[in-house]
């Protein structure tokens, strides 16, 4: 079945560590993103990617970093400069960058120590 | 600006109707969207519409679009208790690459 699988589903960090969100899709999309979500508030955009090689800063971009060397792959990293790491993050994917709806993963639950 | 905004909470009976508003502001938005959010999972596209239409009807949801007063709605005919979740509205918007902008959520809790 295709779709869009996070991994690990849960993940415990201390403070100063890196860690890193992983986020694969086999639906031959083109556009991938990574949104975090926090009780109460709507999903903020943090990275995008149109295409392989090429990705783009969200709204709230700081702390984080990810690559796109695969078409398939668009993993997340929270850094030690991300000052309240602790949330759901969500993976998505589309077909275009400029239509069509999201896929979107089942979640990462970050939690700071 | 962008700023979609929700109640944050609905609570229904079985069988009764539920009615979900949502309020956007960009008039140029040419998509307006509703996921599904079950406990702990991603979201799911429940329906969408166009900008040019006023109604769209989708088996039991019913999706309302007031450009006038920028205001949404989605209505669930005879909500189940699978219905329980959390509902994000979300407007697309044109900036070279559709960005999705939501709401902060409406949990509807659906009683038996």
């Known amino acids: 079945d295709g779709g869009i699988t996070q991994s690990p589903k849960y993940l415990f960090r201390k403070e100063g560590q890196n860690v890193t969100l992983s986020c694969e899709q086999n639906l031959n999309h083109d556009a991938m993103y990574w949104y975090r979500q926090d009780p109460g508030q709507g999903l903020r955009l943090i990275y995008y990617?149109?295409?392989?090689?090429?990705?783009q800063k969200g709204d709230i971009a700081e702390g984080y970093s990810v690559s796109r060397e695969k078409k398939e792959s668009f993993p997340l990293t929270v850094t030690s400069a991300q000052k309240n790491p602790t949330a759901f993050y969500l993976c998505a994917s589309s077909i275009g960058s400029n239509t069509g709806e999201l896929f979107f993963g089942e979640g990462s639950r970050l939690t700071v120590l | 600006g962008e700023d979609v905004e929700q109640s944050l909470f609905l609570s229904v009976r079985e069988g009764d109707s539920s009615v979900i508003n949502c309020t956007y502001t960009d008039s140029s938005s040419t998509y307006l969207y509703w996921y599904k959010q079950e406990p702990g999972a991603g979201l799911q596209l429940l329906t969408y519409?166009?900008?040019?239409?006023d109604m769209k009807q989708d088996q039991r949801l019913t999706v309302l679009l007031n450009k006038k007063d920028k205001h949404l709605s989605l209505r669930i005919a005879d909500t189940q208790t699978g219905d329980s979740a959390i509902y994000f509205c979300?407007?697309?918007?044109?900036?070279?690459?559709?960005?999705?902008?939501f709401g902060t959520g409406t949990r509807l809790l659906v009683s038996p």
């Open positions: 979300a407007e697309s918007m044109m900036t070279g690459f559709q960005k999705l902008v």
């Open positions: 519409i166009f900008s040019n239409m």
């Open positions: 990617s149109q295409i392989v090689n090429d990705f």
